[in-house]
């Protein structure tokens, strides 16, 4: 629908003898003479006028935004919300640091464009890097690392920078993480604790290096992981770069480093990507082809009561088409980042576990077989089976038709969970 204006036109009347309203005579009167003589005589500004006025005016109207951009660059304080964050995949791991006054700003440089084509798959978890990337990262091996998961060490540090991460009992019902590093550098990564032989066994196919603060000495080869870390040739950093922190009390307060951890391999002929088996991977699925949200609640000791505080939950997060972990309850927070741990794919594993009868409580988990396997990713979930067929090999998981499964690209979380003694539920699908 068209609107019609009622505004009225306002008419100024010319003046006979200088053909200028007498409201621009007033005016003219007050202006410099070598611009008005014209206007008196024509009613209007010569062309090289016109000219000069536009660059003098110019002239005045950049000088003032070039010194409201000055205070405003140099003296505005910086605020959370103008921080950009960009993809990692694209940005060299070191930051220059430029004091500006009494403040830090953080320039990044550019690793490689956004449109380079990404051809190169991680055999780890299937992610996708360009030629440039891939290059810079087979200089590296894969780090193994185990990481404590007693409740005094939570919220632990850069779970959410590892590529793989396995989680499994140690002692008296506590669980125990260990990360596969690779992709992500990270300068501290912990807490940090001992070996145990199962973890031994998985982290095998990686053949990487191995950081651990202590181990468990048995005489019994099932359990000896002291002995059969030098038995198997893992390449072992131990504790090498570790520090203490003041703010946690023992054994809950040992870090370490990727980077000092890369350092000392290069030295020590240890760099370089091993030979190593990847998995079938896939692109994730369209959202219209993804499930419904999803949640699976792990108990791993029945037959222990933990109040709850070793129960692992996933949740399906629609938006990032990726699981969210709760750890006792609670959110798991990534310390370095304060964001809640999470995994692309999520496998839940069923194994057998047996008691060694010692006097340190320790067990015995099979690893080299084939058991129940629960895998979730795109809000689905698909009841198969893994199978590990020797100590160097890793597990492959299977669909109910005996049929390799293709996994999302992207972390990787394994969970053991005992057969006869633990328990693990889907409560919402």
């Given amino acids: 629908m068209e609107c019609m204006s009622t505004a009225k036109t306002k008419v100024i009347t010319l003046d006979q003898e200088t053909n200028v309203s007498p409201k621009i005579e007033s005016e003219v009167k007050q202006a410099p003479t070598t611009l008005i003589e014209p206007l008196k005589k024509k009613g209007e500004l010569k062309p090289w006028q016109k000219i000069t006025l536009s660059i003098l005016v110019g002239t005045i109207l950049l000088g003032a935004l070039a010194v409201s951009m000055y205070f405003y660059i140099f003296t505005k304080p910086i605020s959370p919300s103008e921080i950009i964050t960009i993809?990692?995949?694209?940005?060299?791991?070191?930051?220059?640091?430029?004091?500006?006054?009494?403040k830090v700003k953080f320039i990044t440089t550019a690793l490689t464009t956004p449109d380079l084509p990404r051809t190169e798959q991680s055999p780890l978890n299937g992610l996708l890097f360009?030629?440039?990337?891939?290059?810079?990262?087979?200089?590296?091996?894969?780090?193994?690392?185990?990481?404590?998961?007693?409740?005094?060490?939570?919220?632990?540090?850069?779970?959410?920078?590892?590529?793989?991460?396995y989680e499994s009992l140690a002692e008296s019902g506590i669980t125990r993480y260990m990360g596969i590093f690779w992709s992500q550098g990270t300068s501290k990564v912990g807490p940090v604790r001992s070996a145990r032989q199962y973890f031994l066994e998985w982290l095998s196919p990686y053949d990487p290096l191995y950081i651990h603060d202590g181990c468990a000495s048995s005489s019994d080869p099932r359990t000896n992981a002291c002995g059969n870390i030098y038995s198997y040739g893992i390449k072992d950093l131990r504790t090498h770069g570790y520090w203490r922190v003041t703010d946690r009390v023992a054994p809950h307060n040992e870090y370490n480093s990727t980077v000092t951890a890369w350092d000392y391999a290069s030295k020590n002929g240890w760099g370089g990507f091993p030979e190593i088996d990847t998995l079938q991977f896939k692109r994730d699925a369209e959202?219209?082809?993804?499930?419904?949200?999803t949640k699976v609640k792990v108990r791993f000791r029945q037959d222990l009561p933990n109040n709850g505080l070793y129960d692992s939950e996933w949740s399906y997060d629609v938006k990032s088409n990726s699981y969210l972990h709760k750890i006792g309850g609670q959110a798991d927070l990534d310390l370095e980042t304060g964001k809640q741990v999470s995994a692309k794919v999520v496998v839940i594993q069923e194994v057998i576990m047996q008691s060694s009868g010692d006097a340190y409580g320790r067990i015995i988990i099979t690893t080299i077989g084939e058991g129940k396997a629960v895998v979730l990713q795109d809000g689905k979930v698909t009841i198969g089976k893994w199978k590990k067929t020797s100590r160097t090999e890793r597990e492959r998981y299977?669909?109910?038709?005996?049929?390799?499964?293709?996994?999302?690209?992207?972390?990787?979380?394994?969970?053991?969970?005992?057969?006869?003694?633990?328990?693990?539920?889907i409560i919402e699908q």
Avoid at 88 to 95: N, P, V
Avoid at 140 to 162: E, F, K, V
Avoid at 406 to 411: D, T
């Fill in 87 to 102: 993809n990692r995949d694209y940005l060299e791991q070191d930051l220059q640091i430029i004091n500006w006054s009494d």
């Fill in 398 to 425: 299977y669909d109910s038709t005996g049929k390799e499964l293709l996994l999302n690209r992207g972390r990787l979380w394994i969970t053991a969970v005992p057969k006869d003694q633990g328990k693990f539920d």
């Fill in 130 to 165: 360009t030629k440039t990337e891939i290059e810079k990262l087979e200089k590296n091996r894969p780090i193994a690392i185990m990481i404590n998961n007693h409740y005094h060490a939570r919220p632990q540090s850069a779970l959410n920078s590892a590529d793989i991460v």
């Fill in 287 to 293: 959202p219209n082809a993804r499930g419904s949200r």
